[in-house]
């Protein structure tokens, strides 16, 4: 699917009208009826508007389609990172007291519904150009693309507020948000999934396999496990997907749309445009702080937690520590200078880690080895480590990232995996007490993260390529009962898919969001000391809607409970 510029104003039709005759003046620039020329190519460029939303944008770094603000940084794998005074909507975000007025959820709900709007404007498009007497088997494929985008939009406000209105292309006025939206969602996805081939000729567009995924996800949040077995089971069995046998190549931009990519939005940089706009604008802020890295020193946020570190710690057997991993950290550089010595965890990790993490001693995707404090805006705030999925190897710099602001790259954002669709299915395999069958899905994704052909590797003194740590990964051989395979099912969800916006999204439909995250604020805050005195409760499992879009509605829609 090619990138075009689609500027928020021209997402529709633009009429100019008044009272006075003498002011009915077309605008310079704008479109008008008559001049438009419906068939099924002013679909498709309607249609490409509402792709264009999938990034964010108008919302910029506050409306990401990473969710790594609302996602991650609302979980125990991330911190805001950057310093305390930079960004302070952020700070309570993490601290789990984000206010109607902020200006990270009136931004997301802003981009999503601009994208929900997009999405209808196409919808109707379709209409206007059946009657006007094209055939209408030319456009099912591409009302198909609008009903699942529509759907997606909803879908991703819906994890985060749950109370939501459903906005069809028939709306007239403002709906309530007391409907429960997901029946609307699994409609349109069942439309798209009949509709939609099986494979499309451009890349970054749904095919029916992707609806499946999406429709099986949406049954998944919904605990309907019963609803959402068959779909995964066909996918797996049936569809076009697999493991990539290289972890890295989910996030290398030489590698997009490879076979486990189900659903990305399609970043892109150098297109003719101004060099950036399309390149992954919501994780501008997140490279390291130093002018000698990726991202050209902007602007030290998204740092991972000590907590996430740990987790990727392994036992002698190559296994996760599932209750014991946070007893003891992970050798980090707090407090030590770049140029003071400073020796690297020696422990077994997994090695995933290193892909996920930047860490003091470890080379950090062609960079060199991470230096450490040199690299970090304010360690005393966001601690030691750096964010790195979503950083360019060193060979790609003005090819993968913008020649014009190093900000920018071309590096897809993942909104599903494979890996995320096979533990998925490991859940209700487990839920059903097919314990080796669940386990055996596990295994799958620790055998590719097994691969030495993927660890990230350092030079030694005679500049031979080694392991850059002590990896140690294996297989479970057993899975003793159904308690102890959850945990070990959802722990891989969080070793597999950290810094990808899902953790918290996950803690909360798995029902244990206050268990977990008061656990980690109760040992974080030791480290993070602005984390004192913050407390979750289940009221925060859901944001609150933007004061903004309450008063629009003219209050229509409700306030969630307890904001």
């Given at each position: 699917?090619?990138?075009?510029?689609v500027?928020?104003?021209?997402a529709?039709?633009?009429?100019?009208?008044?009272?006075?005759?003498d002011?009915?003046?077309?605008?310079?620039?704008?479109?008008?009826?008559?001049?438009?020329?419906?068939?099924?190519?002013?679909?498709?460029?309607?249609?490409?508007?509402?792709?264009?939303?999938?990034?964010?944008?108008?919302?910029?770094?506050?409306?990401?389609?990473?969710?790594?603000?609302?996602?991650?940084?609302?979980?125990?794998?991330?911190?805001?990172?950057?310093?305390?005074?930079?960004?302070?909507?952020?700070?309570?975000?993490?601290?789990?007291?984000?206010?109607?007025t902020?200006?990270?959820l009136?931004?997301?709900?802003q981009?999503?519904?601009?994208?929900?709007?997009?999405?209808?404007?196409?919808?109707?498009?379709?209409?206007k150009?059946?009657?006007?007497?094209?055939?209408?088997?030319?456009?099912?494929?591409?009302?198909?693309?609008?009903?699942?985008?529509?759907?997606?939009?909803?879908?991703?406000?819906?994890?985060?507020?749950?109370?939501?209105?459903?906005?069809?292309?028939?709306?007239k006025?403002?709906?309530?948000?007391e409907?429960?939206?997901?029946?609307?969602?699994?409609?349109?996805?069942?439309?798209?999934?009949?509709?939609?081939?099986?494979?499309?000729?451009?890349?970054?567009?749904?095919?029916?396999?992707?609806?499946?995924?999406y429709?099986?996800k949406a049954?998944?949040?919904?605990?309907?496990?019963?609803?959402?077995?068959?779909?995964?089971?066909?996918?797996?069995?049936?569809?076009?997907?697999?493991?990539?046998?290289?972890?890295?190549?989910?996030?290398?931009?030489?590698k997009?749309?490879?076979?486990?990519?189900?659903?990305?939005?399609?970043?892109?940089?150098?297109?003719?445009?101004?060099?950036?706009?399309?390149?992954?604008?919501?994780?501008?802020?997140?490279?390291?702080?130093?002018?000698?890295?990726?991202g050209?020193?902007?602007?030290?946020?998204?740092?991972?937690?000590?907590?996430?570190?740990?987790?990727?710690?392994?036992?002698?057997?190559?296994?996760?520590?599932?209750?014991?991993?946070?007893?003891?950290?992970?050798?980090n550089?707090?407090?030590?200078?770049?140029?003071?010595?400073?020796t690297?965890?020696?422990?077994?990790?997994?090695?995933?880690?290193?892909?996920?993490?930047?860490?003091?001693?470890?080379?950090?995707?062609?960079?060199?080895?991470?230096?450490?404090?040199?690299?970090?805006?304010?360690?005393?705030?966001g601690?030691?480590?750096?964010?790195?999925?979503?950083?360019v190897?060193?060979?790609?710099?003005?090819?993968?990232?913008?020649?014009?602001?190093?900000?920018?790259?071309?590096?897809?954002?993942?909104l599903?995996?494979?890996?995320?669709?096979?533990?998925?299915?490991?859940?209700?395999?487990?839920?059903?007490n097919?314990?080796?069958?669940?386990?055996?899905?596990?295994?799958?994704?620790?055998?590719?993260?097994?691969?030495?052909?993927?660890?990230?590797?350092?030079?030694?003194?005679?500049?031979?390529?080694?392991?850059?740590?002590?990896?140690?990964?294996?297989?479970?051989t057993?899975?003793?009962?159904?308690?102890?395979?959850?945990?070990?099912?959802?722990?891989?969800?969080?070793?597999?898919?950290?810094?990808?916006?899902?953790?918290?999204?996950?803690?909360v439909?798995?029902?244990?969001?206050?268990?977990?995250?008061?656990?980690?604020?109760?040992?974080?805050?030791?480290?993070?000391?602005?984390?004192?005195?913050?407390?979750?409760?289940?009221?925060?499992?859901?944001?609150?809607?933007p004061?903004?879009?309450i008063?629009?509605?003219?209050g229509?829609?409700?306030?969630?409970?307890?904001?």
């Open positions: 699917m090619k990138k075009i510029i500027m928020s104003l021209f529709g039709l633009i009429f100019a009208t008044s009272c006075e005759n002011l009915e003046i077309t605008p310079q620039g704008s479109i008008t009826e008559d001049i438009i020329e419906f068939n099924a190519k002013w679909v498709d460029q309607q249609l490409i508007s509402a792709y264009a939303m999938l990034d964010g944008n108008p919302g910029y770094f506050w409306a990401p389609a990473s969710n790594w603000a609302l996602g991650d940084v609302a979980s125990d794998d991330f911190h805001k990172g950057s310093t305390i005074s930079d960004q302070p909507p952020l700070n309570d975000v993490e601290r789990y007291t984000p206010g109607t902020n200006i990270y009136i931004r997301k709900w981009a999503i519904y601009e994208g929900v709007h997009r999405a209808n404007q196409t919808l109707n498009t379709i209409t150009v059946i009657e006007k007497g094209t055939d209408p088997s030319e456009l099912t494929v591409l009302g198909a693309e609008a009903r699942f985008l529509r759907a997606h939009y909803h879908m991703d406000a819906k994890k985060i507020w749950n109370n939501i209105p459903y906005v069809l292309e028939t709306t006025e403002a709906v309530s948000n409907i429960d939206a997901w029946p609307s969602i699994e409609e349109d996805l069942i439309f798209a999934i009949a509709n939609l081939p099986s494979k499309q000729n451009d890349l970054g567009r749904p095919n029916s396999w992707t609806a499946k995924a429709l099986a049954h998944m949040f919904q605990n309907d496990h019963a609803a959402a077995k068959p779909i995964l089971d066909d996918i797996i069995n049936n569809g076009p997907y697999s493991l990539v046998s290289i972890y890295h190549d989910n996030f290398n931009g030489d997009n749309n490879n076979s486990e990519s189900v659903f990305a939005v399609q970043n892109s940089v150098n297109d003719g445009g101004p060099g950036f706009i399309n390149g992954n604008r919501g994780n501008r802020l997140n490279h390291p702080s130093a002018p000698d890295a990726p050209g020193g902007c602007c030290g946020f998204f740092q991972p937690s000590q907590n996430l570190v740990n987790a990727y710690k392994t036992d002698a057997n190559g296994l996760p520590l599932l209750d014991t991993f946070n007893d003891i950290d992970v050798t550089d707090q407090g030590i200078a770049s140029d003071k010595p400073f690297p965890y020696t422990g077994n990790l997994d090695p995933r880690l290193d892909w996920t993490v930047g860490r003091r001693g470890i080379d950090f995707l062609e960079w060199g080895e991470m230096p450490g404090f040199r690299w970090i805006r304010d360690q005393a705030n601690g030691p480590y750096v964010s790195k999925k979503h950083e190897l060193k060979s790609q710099q003005g090819t993968v990232s913008s020649t014009d602001e190093p900000q920018y790259n071309a590096i897809n954002t993942p599903i995996r494979y890996s995320d669709v096979l533990l998925w299915r490991a859940e209700i395999y487990a839920e059903d097919d314990l080796a069958a669940a386990m055996n899905i596990v295994n799958q994704i620790r055998t590719r993260a097994a691969n030495p052909n993927g660890f990230v590797k350092n030079k030694d003194a005679t500049n031979t390529s080694v392991n850059a740590a002590n990896y140690v990964i294996n297989n479970y057993t899975f003793p009962d159904k308690e102890y395979a959850k945990k070990a099912i959802r722990f891989e969800r969080r070793l597999e898919l950290a810094s990808e916006g899902h953790r918290f999204f996950d803690l439909r798995w029902g244990i969001a206050e268990q977990v995250l008061n656990k980690y604020v109760s040992e974080e805050q030791t480290k993070r000391v602005y984390l004192q005195g913050a407390n979750f409760s289940n009221i925060n499992s859901y944001y609150p809607i004061l903004e879009a008063n629009t509605s003219r229509v829609l409700k306030q969630n409970t307890g904001y």
